[in-house]
């Protein structure tokens, strides 16, 4: 028997991007890959791309650059880029960059093992369709290999919202929902391999609108269902749009117990102007009153957001009303980027605010944003919280999982395994995790 074949895949960018990755890795695995950690020793490289921010493609590029003299080296290396900077530049990358092998976009995943087998004859393959099938279903894995406690199960893809700034309508595709059996099934297989907790992914998640055996499910139905599989303890699900919170799912924060006090709600902005022009379709103050009504659900939630600073035409005052905004809705956790052009979208043609007043913004929002989080992270000192167990600490006898608000908690003298669950009283907070001891 031969050696199976070495695939090196580098992730980039989201969660979903992650997920990607883990499926074209059991795609290929039925071809007798196996993966590695160093490109060095590869037959086949694969970069998932991610095309969100500033300088995706270059940075492609010279990731790509870096790979000549292995290529030089073993002939038969195949190259290939996945992911969103494949579906937006596709030929463009074909013709910039002579070694690449493979250009697929995020729908055609499931036609790996047909391209792989292509590039192995000696063509170029380029493959950046939007397909009708459900590339997740042909992606199905063979062997019903053991997995760690948690796991990312996509359940939609794409969005039609066109937020000015944003790519992922273009790179992604118009928002598509799998239907909810296949999900189920996926989810009872994933528990029967080790998963105990699931976080839904979509780009517009709480978009999700499934075909159910009686009609489409929303997101809070679908979770509902995925509720009933025994041994799957907790549930999340990301990312959410203001303008899609239902009440069924506002309701299930306060009344489903695997559903995990924590939301990711980005906002983008505080100015009505600013998100006027960002094409959100939201207020500043019809978002602050969809918090008081998630918190009146769930009074514990942990709110995460996204920020972008230096949006066109962001006056100081526009930004003052981000702050303002921040500081009324107190977030756990939240990521903020200054506004950078993506070619095509509708932002992009603006007037660009100055990139140092831009910049201050966003050391300013960073600053404050820091100290919410930590203030958040301090208070869960002298708290119970539940404790899912992911590995093992530095310290001997020691365990890390995450909390149900997605704390890291290190916990000591902890006779508990991966995936266990437990009850743990918070002692101490630091940099970036929590200590706690077991309950009982
Ligand atoms: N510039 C800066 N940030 C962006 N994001 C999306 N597009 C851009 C852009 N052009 C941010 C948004 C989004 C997150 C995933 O990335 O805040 O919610
Ligand atoms: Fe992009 Fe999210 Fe807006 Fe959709 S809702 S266009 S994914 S920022």
């Known amino acids: 028997m031969s050696a199976p074949k070495k695939l090196f895949i580098k992730t980039y960018g989201c969660q979903m991007n992650v997920y990607d990755s883990e499926r074209m ?11 590695t950690k160093s490109a060095d020793d590869a037959d086949m490289i694969l970069l998932n ?63 790996l093992p047909e391209m792989e087998a292509k590039t192995r004859a000696g063509q170029k ?12 279903e042909k992606l199905k894995n063979r062997p019903k290999a053991k997995r760690g406690p948690t796991a990312f199960l996509t359940v939609q893809e794409g969005c039609d919202k066109f937020c000015a700034f944003c790519v992922v309508p273009y790179t992604r595709g118009a928002e598509v929902s799998r239907p909810a059996d296949r999900i189920l099934r996926e989810a009872q297989d994933l528990v029967e391999r080790g998963v105990r907790e699931i976080t839904l992914l979509g780009q517009n998640v709480n978009a999700y609108h499934g075909a159910g055996p009686n009609g489409d499910l929303t997101l809070a139905q679908l979770i509902w269902e995925l509720d009933k599989i025994d041994g799957l303890e907790r549930i999340r699900f990301t990312t959410s749009h203001p303008n899609d919170m239902q009440d069924d799912l506002i309701e299930a924060h306060g009344t489903c117990a695997k559903l995990m006090p924590y939301l990711h709600l980005p906002v983008q902005a505080g ?34 957001g996204d ?37 095509g979208t509708p932002a992009a043609e603006r007037p660009q605010v100055d990139p140092a007043a831009a910049d201050d913004r966003l050391q300013r929002l960073q600053a404050l944003l820091t100290r919410q989080q930590r203030e958040v992270q301090d208070s869960m000192v002298g708290r119970e919280v539940g404790v899912l167990f992911e590995k093992t600490g530095r310290l ?24 266990e669950l437990a009850r743990v009283r918070i002692v101490s907070s630091g940099a970036n995790s929590l200590a706690g001891e077991l309950i009982g």
């Not at 001997?396 to 995936?419: E, F, I």
């Open 25 to 35: 890795a059991e795609a290929l695995g039925g071809e007798g890959y196996v993966e």
């Open 49 to 111: 791309t991610c095309h969100i921010r500033e300088k995706a493609a270059e940075k492609v590029y010279s990731e790509l650059g870096r790979f000549k003299g292995l290529k030089a080296e073993k002939p038969d290396l195949k190259i290939g880029v996945a992911g969103c900077v494949a579906q937006a530049e596709g030929e463009e990358i074909m013709r910039r960059q002579p070694l690449v092998d493979l250009v697929v976009g995020p729908q055609s995943y499931h036609r």
């Open 125 to 136: 393959v380029l493959d950046t369709d939007f397909p009708e099938e459900d590339k997740f």
């Open 271 to 304: 100015s009505d102007k600013i998100l006027k022009r960002m094409n959100r379709s939201h207020t500043a103050e019809s978002y602050i009153r969809l918090i008081e009504r998630i918190r009146a659900a769930r009074p514990d939630i942990l709110i995460s």
């Open 307 to 343: 920020f972008i600073v230096g949006f066109p035409e962001e006056t100081e005052e526009d930004f003052q009303a981000t702050m303002d905004l921040v500081e009324e809705v107190k977030y756990g956790t939240a990521y903020s980027f200054k506004y950078s052009t993506r070619p």
């Open 396 to 419: 001997p006898g020691q365990m890390v999982g995450k909390s149900d608000y997605l704390h890291a908690v290190h916990v000591a003298d902890c006779n508990r395994d991966a995936g």
